[in-house]
């Protein structure tokens, strides 16, 4: 948080207001009280994942992540959208080391195959980004039966942070959630989306709610030994932005963050050397609620409800 009296009070209101928060104007206001950047460099000799690569937040997020030193891997489900990706890294970044990394996270399976070779070529991971996405139009189930989204932005990601544990270790975990969560109570009665009217936007922001509950629980589960944090980037022109929501981006187009104005916050919580501790969520390099009211907050016992549900759903305990 800014430490002056009247910049806290702005960042507040444009919190609550979002579009001034939320937009290009959040972080052009905010850049004059965030803190400070990471170190040129600082990731050197580094090894981060990220996944959701192809393109959007997460390619923007590699860049800046390369940018630092780090080797970078992006992960996406299409090998072809990645190798056009890691080439437009490399004519940004030319001196940048790239690998690419082709896995459906929504295949609890194929997570299973590529933790299993990655985690063999790849022994020390300073960061593990979560950053795919997905806003299906109609409900959908992968190869083993879970709803997209869930399987996409939480179950996926809790077995690949769980197979990934042991890499991780003294590094970091950074989930993509988004806003759309504030929206949102923790479904604990229907996890997988079968009741009601299927509403993509609906399924897409419940996960997102999954997101920062899972992502307290990891941190509490791994403390001292992975730092994990959430964050949200804002709303930002991205090839998902344009195919899922054309409304929102027809109207919002010229208000709309630059892919690398919301992948900020990613690449600050992956490389920053400020005592961040573990179990943040984060927008524009600042430590936000996780609930703007206390009601609607979920409860000891629901979130040990939805723990064992991920636990049950992809064998992982992450002891
Ligand atoms: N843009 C925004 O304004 C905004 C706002 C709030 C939150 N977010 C969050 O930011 C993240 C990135 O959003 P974006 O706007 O950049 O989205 P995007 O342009 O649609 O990119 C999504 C990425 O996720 C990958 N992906 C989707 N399903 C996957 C799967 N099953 N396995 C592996 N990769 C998969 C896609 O690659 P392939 O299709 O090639 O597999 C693509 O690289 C998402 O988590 C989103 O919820 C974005």
Redesign the pocket.
């Known amino acids: 948080m800014p430490t002056n009296a009247a910049a806290r009070a702005l960042d507040w209101a444009m919190d609550k207001s979002l579009v001034l928060g939320y937009t290009r104007l959040g972080p052009r206001l905010r850049r004059s009280w965030w803190p400070a950047d990471p170190r040129p460099a600082c990731l050197a000799g580094r090894h981060v994942l990220v996944?959701?690569?192809?393109?959007?937040?997460?390619?923007a997020a590699a860049q800046q992540i390369a940018a630092l030193g780090a080797t970078v891997h992006l992960?996406?489900?299409?090998a072809e959208?990645?190798e056009s990706a890691r080439t437009e890294l490399l004519a940004a970044e030319p001196s940048a080391r790239v690998e690419i990394a082709p896995?459906?996270?929504?295949d609890l399976d194929a997570v299973r195959g590529f933790c299993a070779d990655f985690s063999a070529r790849v022994p020390e991971l300073h960061a593990l980004v979560h950053?795919?996405?997905?806003l299906p139009p109609e409900r959908r189930t992968t190869a083993q039966g879970h709803e997209l989204t869930l399987a996409?932005?939480v179950l996926?990601p809790h077995l690949m942070t769980a197979l990934l544990a042991d890499n991780l270790r003294g590094g970091r975990v950074v989930v993509?959630?988004?806003?759309?969560a504030y929206g949102q109570k923790l479904p604990v009665d229907d996890l997988e989306y079968t009741q009601g009217d299927y509403s993509g936007v609906t399924a897409?922001a419940r996960t997102?709610r999954m997101q920062l509950v899972i992502t307290e629980q990891w941190a509490d589960r791994l403390r001292g030994r992975v730092s994990v944090h959430s964050m949200?980037?804002?709303?930002?022109d991205?090839?998902?932005?344009t195919?899922?929501l054309p409304g929102f981006n027809k109207v919002m187009g010229p208000l709309?963050?630059s892919?690398a104005e919301?992948a900020d916050t990613v690449t600050w919580l992956v490389a920053t050397d400020d005592p961040i501790g573990t179990g943040g969520f984060w927008h524009d390099r600042s430590r936000r609620p996780t609930h703007y009211a206390p009601i609607g907050v979920e409860t000891a016992s629901q979130r040990q409800r939805f723990w064992e549900f991920v636990v049950a759903a992809t064998g992982e305990p992450l002891a």
């Open positions: 996944t959701g690569a192809s393109g959007g937040l997460g390619l992960l996406g489900r299409k959208r990645l896995c459906d996270l929504s950053n795919a996405g997905v996409t932005h996926g993509v959630s988004s806003g759309g897409y997102k949200h980037p804002g709303w930002a991205t090839p998902g932005v195919e899922s709309l963050r892919p919301g």
